[in-house]
């Protein structure tokens, strides 16, 4: 007998934008091919399953767990009205169906280049206000903390980012909070942000698309003291490094 995903309950006790998101290091670095809507869709389905008993994570683990996001929670989670929030609760909950997540890992015989699914299931009723995402169960893994190594980040942290660049740039730099620097090749770098065929070959789009755009964002809005340099190997930037902390007099506790 097929066993059905497992509706996630809401916690009440803590606004959502004060609860946390959790996602495996390897997702945080990896492509996770999301626009800001659907970006924002899956943080808040995971800022749902915070604290939540072991029991329904483990059970979310083996089929797959549903959450329902509710178009007033979304509007005022990111700043947009109603309308805005319901209309890209659905449109993002069907794009998502279409979207995969990718981790890269060594192997063996080199690197292991792993896909798949965020979702398994996606319903919305008209008037309803409220759109349902089952999350498929191979992404379990990455999302739920159930073991290895996490990055983690309250919402309200990121709800403010209007840049997808500036998004997955912090996340980036929140797997490597402990030490304060990051420090990627350009090629690990590109995949990590998802960056548009133009700026592949050419760093200075990159630049101008992607990283300066998104540093001075996260500067503005999350209170982080970041510097960034290119690595060069002759007149070729062949790495990056980050080097930020918290701005001790920033509004937002990293």
């Known amino acids: 007998m097929e066993r059905k995903a497992k509706m996630m309950q809401v916690r009440t006790d803590v606004a959502v934008k004060d609860r946390y998101v959790n996602m495996s290091n390897a997702l945080a670095r990896g492509a996770q091919g999301l626009s800001l809507s659907q970006k924002r869709i899956v943080a808040l389905a995971m800022a749902h399953t915070d604290s939540m008993p072991a029991k329904d994570l483990i059970a979310g683990a083996a089929v797959g767990w549903k959450v329902r996001l509710a178009a007033h929670e979304y509007a005022e989670a990111f700043e947009v009205d109603a309308d805005t929030a319901y209309r890209q609760l659905k449109d993002g909950g069907d794009s998502l169906l279409r979207c995969l997540w990718q981790t890269v890992s060594e192997g063996k015989k080199g690197a292991v280049i792993t896909k798949g699914q965020w979702l ?119 790495g990056l490094v980050f080097k930020f902390r918290p701005d001790p007099q920033g509004k937002l506790d990293l």
């Open 120 to 238: 398994s299931l996606a319903e919305y009723c008209k008037g309803g206000g409220y759109v349902d995402i089952t999350f498929h169960q191979k992404v379990a893994p990455h999302l739920l903390a159930l073991r290895g190594t996490f990055t983690m980040y309250k919402l309200k942290q990121a709800a403010a980012l209007r840049s997808i660049y500036a998004w997955r740039l912090f996340e980036c730099l929140q797997s490597w909070k402990t030490k304060g620097r990051w420090s990627p090749d350009i090629e690990e770098f590109q995949k990590a942000m998802d960056a548009p065929a133009s700026c592949l070959k050419d760093f200075g789009q990159l630049k101008r698309r992607v990283i300066e755009p998104a540093v001075k964002e996260l500067r503005e809005k999350d209170g982080l003291l970041l510097e960034w340099e290119p690595v060069k190997a002759g007149r070729k930037v062949t």
